[in-house]
């Protein structure tokens, strides 16, 4: 979800598209406010961010083009080892920190939970596999989540996986062959949707391989945008084009989700990253982007363990809804803190580690070489 990196020259990473990283943490809030809210509406089509959780396939989007932008022209020098490197430090301390916090709720959730319904070896191995990005959709507690222990950890693993693609294949591939398959890739989202009414599926074990037309489209397009220079010079700014995302998750929700999600998907978020690429930030505006971006990414990675909370507290209380709405707003506000800490605490002091241990390897052997 980003590629911020302090590194050496060689892998150093380029200036952000900073309109974009503060549109990565209206994706990650308006994931956070869905979940809340699928936990009050069953009913999705009464859920006013139904389409909230299309704001992954933004991110899979925004993910093709930052990966392009950052890497496309240093790759082969760099190598892949080093690559695959870059993105581990980039990314797993905080699916740990995500695995380690889902753990602690499912062990002492004070609304609930059946933590004893379950031998201490599966959930040592469940954890181990959720540290690990090893499917494993065994919790039935945890509604068969592809990661037990935390839910978003399935784009994660796609996330992976793409990053490998793209190591291995992708960067060095032609543009109409790039063409081609984001072709393709366009054909299964469109047949994934109608099968299945909707886009909604890839976290679970039984819809998992909806997320492989997920994040093949989107990475994809998002690639393509890149190389392809579609970016639309205009005058829209982060508010005008934070305001464009978020509709896209307000959209009502119909009997015809299979044809107007992957219109959002296939047109509406290239657009609109092609246009946030190209919008011009006002500079009173600048340090919102820089934390909007930064605390996406731990936002995203750490809010599921209350959510299951908050569900046991929502199905044994059913709070009324002046409640429900002080806790909601109240929630949402204490998890941006709480992504808070964890990134300055806890992501940044880690990555910062592994970096310059690496920084300093790759200084010796550059001088022994």
Known sequence: ???????????QTKQHFEILDGLRGIAALAVVIFHFMEWVYTDASKNFIGHGFLAVDFFFCLSGFVIGYA????IA???VLEFFKSRLIRLHPLIVAGSVLGLLAFLFDPFGGNPGSYSAAKIIVAFLCSMLLIPFPVIADRGFNLFSFNAPSWSLF??????????????RLKRGYLVLLTIISAVAICFVAYRSGNLLGGWSGPTF????????????????IYRSNWIIK?????????????LAFLMPFSNRNWLTEPLIVLFYFPLLIALGAGAALKPGL???????GKISYPLYMTHYAVLWMFGNYYTNYKPGAMQLTFIIIAGVILLVGAAYLVMVFYDIPIRKYLTDKRNERLARQKKGG
């Open 209 to 224: 391989w909806d997320g492989s037309a997920r994040i093949s489209y989107s990475f994809l397009a998002g690639l393509l």
């Open 234 to 246: 205009n005058r829209l700014g982060f508010t005008g084009m934070a305001v464009l995302l978020f």
């Open 71 to 74: 890497y496309d022209d240093r």
């Open 77 to 79: 020098k760099m190598g």
């Open 158 to 171: 796609w996330e992976y996986v793409a990053n490998i693609v793209y190591a291995f294949i992708l960067y």
């Open 1 to 11: 979800m980003d590629t911020n990196n302090t590194s050496a020259p060689i892998l």
């Open 286 to 292: 600048q340090k919102i982007c820089v934390f909007s």
